[in-house]
């Protein structure tokens, strides 16, 4: 039940985020968006690190109930290696690029660059929610083949 509630908290995060990504960045208030998006990566990146801990134990136990899926357990440990550094990579660039708004220490925002950073974000959320899904799948796929259920 804990490892539910940590994934649905998770999941939640991926969706607040969704939703101030997708607001439109208005030029004179990239500052105030980027601060937003950095916050709640902040909590996304919180949610996340007890994730990279379920996800670990059902690893063990996909290979506990079948060790011909390790190639399959090894290639969804890489994806969440590339989601943890890619997280990381994407809470870097967004706070440069509220720091370069400060009115303090230029009078231009970097409107275009946080327009393609956007989309980057959306793109990196939508591949987030669906590793989560994958992964669900293949517990239940090693369960199934566990129990000898089959087609």
Same mark, same amino acid.
């Given at each position: 039940m804990i490892e539910r509630d940590k994934t649905r908290l998770y999941r939640r995060r991926l969706r607040e985020l969704e939703a101030i990504v997708g607001e439109p960045v208005i030029p004179g208030e990239v500052g105030e968006w980027c601060e937003s998006v950095e916050e709640t990566l902040g909590r996304v990146r919180n949610a996340w690190a007890p994730v990279l801990g379920v996800h670990?134990?059902?690893?063990?136990?996909i290979l506990?109930?079948?060790l011909e899926l390790g190639g399959q357990?090894?290639?969804? @440990?890489s994806e969440d290696n590339g989601f943890s550094r890619k997280l990381a990579s994407l809470t870097r660039v967004i706070h440069r690029a509220g720091q370069s708004c400060d009115p303090d220490q230029t009078s231009e925002e970097p409107f275009d660059e946080v327009g393609l950073f956007r989309d980057e974000l959306l793109t990196w959320i939508?591949?987030? @929610?669906?590793?989560?899904?994958?992964v669900d799948r293949w517990v239940i796929e090693a369960s199934m @083949?566990?129990?000898?259920?089959?087609d």
């Open positions: 670990e134990s059902a690893y063990s136990g506990e109930n079948n357990v090894e290639r969804l @440990r939508a591949h987030a @929610r669906g590793h989560e899904k994958v @083949r566990d129990s000898g259920v089959s």
